[in-house]
C-alpha cells in the first residue's frame, strides 16, 4: 500500500504524540483520578479536529454513547467505588472505539447487532496494521536520506562496541577487585540505568499509544460500511422441538411457582430453616435459572421467524409463561436477597445484585412485548438499556449507598460491621465518621478511625493524576476528627 504524506498528515502525528503523553501521564503516574477525563478531554478533542470537515452520522445514539463515556471518565473524580474503576479500564476504551467506528460509519450502517461489534473491532485492528505500514514507510525513507558512508561508520562502531564486551568484562571485573572505591562506583550504574530504562518503557508508551490512536483514526476517515456474509446459512430452530422444549421447561417453573406462592410468598417456612438462611441457599440458584431462561427466550425469537400460523402462536404462548415465571423467580430472589440484608447487612456485591434483578425484570418486560410485536428490536434495547444501567451503577455511588444503608440499619437494630465499612474506602471512613458522630461508643469504631487519622496518606493522592472529591473530603473530615 503506497502511503502519501501531507503536511496536515505531519501536523496530525504531531497531535497523536500529544495523545500519547496524554496516555502515558493520565494512566502511568500512579493512581488514576481527575486525569481520566482530562484525557478524554483532550482525546475528543483532536478527534474533533480532525474530523472537523466530516459530517457524522447516528448522531442521536451517538451523543449518548458519548455522554455515558464521559460520565463514566468522571466517576474517577467524584466517586471511589474500586470495583467499577477496575471495570471502566476496560469499558471506557471499548465504547471509545465503539463509538469513533459508529459515528465515522455511514449513514446506513445498521449498529443494532453483534456484527457492528466485530466490525469496530476489525477497524481497531486495521488501525493498528496502518500504523505498521507508517512506521516501515518512515523507515524506508530515513534509509533512502541515509548517507551511505555515514551508514558504514556507525556500522563498524557497533562492531567494535560487540567485540569490547567481552574484553571490557574481563578487566572491569579486575579493576572491581583491585580498588574498592571503583567498585562503589560501578556499584551505582545499575540505579542509573534503572532510571534510564524507565524512561525509556515511558517513551515506548508515549509512541505506542500515539501510533495506535494516529492508525485508527486513519482508517476511520476512509468510511467503509461492513457486510454481513449473504452467504452464510441462517440458523432455524424447528418449530416442534422448540416447543416441547418451551412445555418441559413451563411445566417445571409452574410447580415451582406453586411451591413459592404455599409457603414462601405467604410468609411461612416449613422445616428448621431461619428466613435467612433458606435466602443463603436459594438466591443464586434462582438468579442463574433466570439468566437461563432469558437466553432460551432470545434465542426462540431470534431462531425461529420461519415458524407460522397456529404453532407460532402457541410457542409464543409457552414464551410468554416462560417469562413470567421468570418474573416469579425474580421476585422470589429479590425477597431472599433482601431477607439476608436485614440478618447480615448491606454490601457492595448485594446491593449489586438487588439493581441487577431490577435490570433484568425490565428486559423481560421489553421482552414480553417482543414476543408479540416482532418489529421490535431485542439488540437495540438491550444494548441501550445494558448501557444506561451500567453507567446509573456508576454515578449513583454505590459505596454511599451501602454505607447509608448500613448505617441506616445500625439505628434500627443496632449492628453494624465496622471493618466491612472500613473497607469501602474513602466513601466508608466518611461513613465511619457519621457513625461516630450518631455513637461513639460503636466497639472498635474509635480504634479504626484512630488508625486512619494516623495514616491519611493512603486517601490523598501526591500527584494532580489522583485528584479525587471523595478522597479529599474523607482526608479533611479525618484532619478535623477530634475524639471523644
Known sequence: MDLKIEKIDWLFIFMSLIVG?????????????????????????????????????????????????????????????????????????????????????????????????????????????YSGRFIKYLTSRMKQRTNKKHYDVWMKVLIGVI????????????????????????????????????????????????????????????????????????IVMDGIITLTILVLLDLVYLLFVVVQFKYFFSGTLEGDFTYAEYARRGFFELLFATLINLSVTTAVIQFTKNVQGALKKVISTALTILVLSSGVLLISAFMRLTMYENAYGFTITRVLAHSFMIFLMIIFAYTLLK?????????????????????????VNLNKIVVDQNINRFEQTGKIDVHYLNSLSATGVIGLIDLYEIDPHVPELEEVLKQRKEDRSFIKGDTWQSENFIRNKAYERLSDLKFK
Open 371 to 395: 414476543i408479540w410485536l416482532e418489529k421490535l428490536s431485542l439488540f437495540h434495547f438491550y444494548f441501550i438499556a445494558s448501557l444506561i444501567y451500567y453507567v446509573g451503577m456508576n454515578v
Open 21 to 129: 503523553i496524554m496516555a502515558e501521564e493520565s494512566f502511568f503516574r500512579g493512581q488514576i483520578g481527575i486525569s481520566y477525563i482530562a484525557f478524554v478531554v483532550v482525546l475528543y478533542s483532536i478527534v474533533f479536529y480532525r474530523f472537523r470537515s466530516n459530517t457524522f452520522s447516528h448522531q442521536r445514539f451517538g451523543y449518548l454513547v458519548l455522554i455515558c463515556i464521559w460520565l463514566l471518565a468522571i466517576s474517577y473524580y467524584l466517586f471511589d467505588t474500586e470495583l467499577f474503576h477496575v471495570l471502566n479500564i476496560i469499558a471506557i476504551p471499548a465504547l471509545v472505539i465503539f463509538h469513533l467506528t459508529l459515528i465515522t460509519s455511514p449513514q446506513k450502517t445498521a449498529w443494532n447487532n453483534l456484527s457492528f461489534i466485530f466490525h469496530a473491532v476489525r477497524r481497531l485492528f486495521g488501525g493498528i496494521g
Open 163 to 234: 567485540i569490547s564486551v567481552p574484553i571490557l568484562f574481563i578487566i572491569l571485573t579486575l579493576l572491581i577487585s583491585a580498588d574498592s572505591q571503583f567498585e562503589r562506583l560501578i556499584g551505582n550504574i545499575p540505579t542509573l540505568l534503572t532510571v534510564r530504562a524507565d524512561y525509556i518503557i515511558r517513551f515506548f508508551i508515549i509512541l505506542f499509544s500515539a501510533f495506535i490512536f494516529f492508525g485508527f483514526m486513519e482508517v476511520l476517515s476512509r468510511k467503509k460500511a461492513y457486510h454481513i456474509q449473504e452467504n452464510a446459512k441462517p
